[in-house]
């Protein structure tokens, strides 16, 4: 995206979406691939995102504009299965970041990390929503953001106990932002089980573990 900045151009918000980690979050959640139910609805996240601008709009006395971001990695062979999922978010307002997928370290981390330096160092930045399912790579990053703006990490509760118990960054769960799923997740953790119990899912097949050597 153009970084060539109007010297009167409004303050940003921010939000960049962390594609593969929140998938493997929800992933683990539904201890499965996402039906249609379970696949976040992104016009509902950029209504969100847009009250969440306004709000900090009239709190900074500022005029503010949004701007989103997702990320993605597309696994060679599949962008005949992506494209309808890219051009819908593309529909919605969002702007698309997208890799291939050639590799374990071909992973969209430090794209997205150069995205919000870009928009730092153009002096709009007034606000930073990262969404993912736990947050950890973007951590120190965002801790250091935390300091001159107000940062929002979006993810899950039980990926991402260190943003929930953060002092300086918010967090969100991605499912109390209204109309993102259009079921409740199925969620279970160690802390609210059933009495009769419950099954927890394996977070990756047990054959990855012939390609971990």
């Known amino acids: 995206m153009s970084d060539v900045v109007p ?20 992933g683990s959640i539904l201890g499965g691939r996402p039906t249609a139910v379970y696949r976040p609805r992104f016009d509902a ?22 701007e989103a971001t997702v990320f993605t990695n597309i696994v060679p062979g599949t962008s005949d299965n992506v494209r309808p999922w890219v051009e819908a978010l593309r529909n919605v307002g969002f702007a698309v ?21 870009r928009r730092a160092e153009s002096g709009r930045l007034a606000g930073v929503v990262v969404a993912s399912a736990d947050g950890q790579a973007f951590r120190e990053p965002l801790e250091e953001l935390a300091d001159e703006v107000p940062v929002t990490v979006i993810g899950f509760r039980e990926h991402a106990t260190w943003a929930v118990q953060h002092d300086t960054i918010r967090f969100l769960d991605l499912e109390d932002i209204p109309g993102v799923f259009r079921e409740p997740l199925p969620r279970v953790s160690l802390e609210n089980l059933p009495d009769e119990g419950a099954w927890l899912q394996p977070l990756r097949p047990l054959t990855a573990l012939l390609n971990s050597r």
């Open 7 to 26: 010297p009167d151009a409004p303050g940003l918000v921010l939000l960049v979406w962390d594609a593969p980690n929140v998938d493997m979050g929800l």
């Open 45 to 66: 996240l950029g209504r969100w995102l847009l009250g969440y601008a306004a709000e900090l709009s009239v709190s900074t006395n500022d005029t503010l504009e949004a």
């Open 97 to 117: 970041f997208a890799k291939p997928k050639t590799s374990e370290d071909s992973d969209v981390d430090d794209d997205m990390l150069e995205h919000i330096d």
